[in-house]
Structure formats: structure tokens, C-alpha cells
């Protein structure tokens, strides 16, 4: 049984700007075909516009509210709502609150930064 803790996770930083902590991925298990991490923007903060041509991403937000843009669809997020973002998809997301905002990103294949298109 493999059993990964976030708290022994160092945070880092990707290509969009968003601060990281893996949970489970290449880097501390055995998982080859997905990524899972915890993301946290501060107030105001936003990621680059970016899309992962292999990728596939669910985020699942935990705290905060959050203003999430796909291919220019705007909606708002909060705790409990999940979002998925195929392939191929311009994506970014705001906070939009007061305090940060928190949420699990999983990926399929697992994340990386070869796979990250920064759009403008």
C-alpha cells in the first residue's frame, strides 16, 4: 500500500505561476498514468493561460472561490465543485476571494512541464 501525505510534499511553483504540492505522482509512488497535487493561488492571484495538448485535468476546489475560464467560458467555483479540462484546452483560473484559494488538480498522464503551452 502506498500512503503519501501533502505535508511532506516541498511546494514548487509550474510553468502557469501556481504554487504546488504533489501528493501522489512519479516523483514519491509508483502512479505512471496520473498525477495528483494541491494547488494554492493567494487573493487576486491567477495562473497564465495555458493547455496541456496530452493532459487531461479534473480540479476539485477545497477553500476559497475561484473564477475559472475555459476556452472563454466563465464560471465561478467554490468549495465541493469539481471542473474538468480536456486536452487541448485554454484554461486559467483567478481567486476571487478573500482568502486562498485550494484545490486538488488531478492529471492524466501526471503533470509536467514539457506538456504546459503558455498561451498569453
Not at 15 to 44: W, Y
Not at 94 to 113: A, K, T
Amino acid at each position: 500500500m502506498e500512503v503519501a501525505n501533502r505535508d511532506r510534499s516541498a511546494p514548487f511553483i509550474t510553468k502557469d505561476r501556481s504554487e504546488i504540492r504533489s501528493i501522489l505522482d512519479r516523483t514519491n509512488s509508483t502512479a505512471t498514468n496520473q498525477s495528483l497535487a494541491e494547488v494554492t493561488l493567494p487573493p487576486g492571484a491567477e495562473t497564465d493561460a495555458h493547455f496541456h495538448p496530452r493532459t487531461e485535468e479534473i480540479y476539485y476546489v477545497l477553500r476559497g472561490r475561484g473564477l475559472m475560464n475555459l476556452e472563454g467560458e466563465r464560471r465561478e467555483l467554490g468549495p465541493g465543485d469539481g471542473v474538468l479540462i480536456p486536452p487541448k484546452t485554454r484554461h486559467r483560473i483567478r481567486n476571487i476571494g478573500p482568502e486562498p484559494l485550494v484545490f486538488l488538480c488531478c492529471c492524466s498522464p501526471p503533470y509536467s512541464h514539457e506538456d504546459t503551452v503558455l498561451t498569453g
